[in-house]
């Protein structure tokens, strides 16, 4: 069966299976025997209902119907960061050293949901995908450590990113030149965390930040207004 078939297959699992919102999917080896498909097409398939909002997942819990229960949801941030350049200055201490360590943690399904959010999001033309599996990607790194600490740490800048209008602020620096930029930047993260090399997975997420970094303060956004350029 052809991967381009698995989202029908699932679709029509979903359609029939009368499931209601809260209720467990099949285990995904059951799924893959039902629906006639790989266990990689499945992996791509879910994944881009969770991207959406219309399955959640939950470590050691299985996967569930709708979106996920306001109570598991993410919370608020404890710190709200006042500007997208603070939030950078968070992400450009935390993630080259998330990614270093998912390098030496990352199981085969990590590097698999690592490598599928890369995929999609080159495959991507539009702003609100791109940003979609850009989210996809770091978050999928995040949870490749393995560590709740860490997981949480990159959670709350998540958390204060999503508090300002960072949506707004993409679009306007996110052209389609960047965004193929960042996408070989993603691919090199992706490969020397396949490739267990923590120096160069440190190295290649540190440049692709420092590349949105460098975006934002060319755009001249992030300073007093997260939205606003200085006079």
Sequence with gaps: MSA????????????????MPGDRLLPER??????????RALREALSELELHGRIWRGVGQGTFLGPKPAGMARPEPRAQ???PLTIMEA????????????????????????????????ETRDQESWGLW????????????H?????????????????????????????????????????????AIAGRDAAAA?????????????AIQSEGAGWDDPLEPRN
């Design 202 to 214: 440190q190295r290649a997420m540190r440049a692709h930040l420092q590349s949105v970094h460098l």
């Design 147 to 191: 560590n709740p600490l860490l997981l949480a740490a990159f959670e709350e800048v998540e958390a204060s990113r999503a508090m300002t209008d960072w949506g707004r602020l993409r679009a306007a620096i996110t052209t389609p030149p960047m965004r193929q930029a960042s996408a070989l930047e993603h691919q090199a993260i992706s490969a």
């Design 91 to 122: 992400r450009l201490t935390l993630e080259p050293a998330l990614a270093a360590l998912a390098a030496m943690k990352a199981t085969a399904e990590d590097v698999e949901a690592i490598a599928r959010a890369v995929r999609r999001g080159a």
């Design 134 to 145: 850009d989210g996809a990607f770091h978050g999928a790194i995040a949870h490749a450590c």
């Design 81 to 83: 960061a006042s500007t």
């Design 30 to 39: 059951q799924l893959t025997a039902l629906l006639g498909v790989s266990r």
């Design 4 to 19: 381009r078939h698995a989202p029908d297959r699932l679709e029509t699992y979903l359609r029939e299976a009368g499931l």
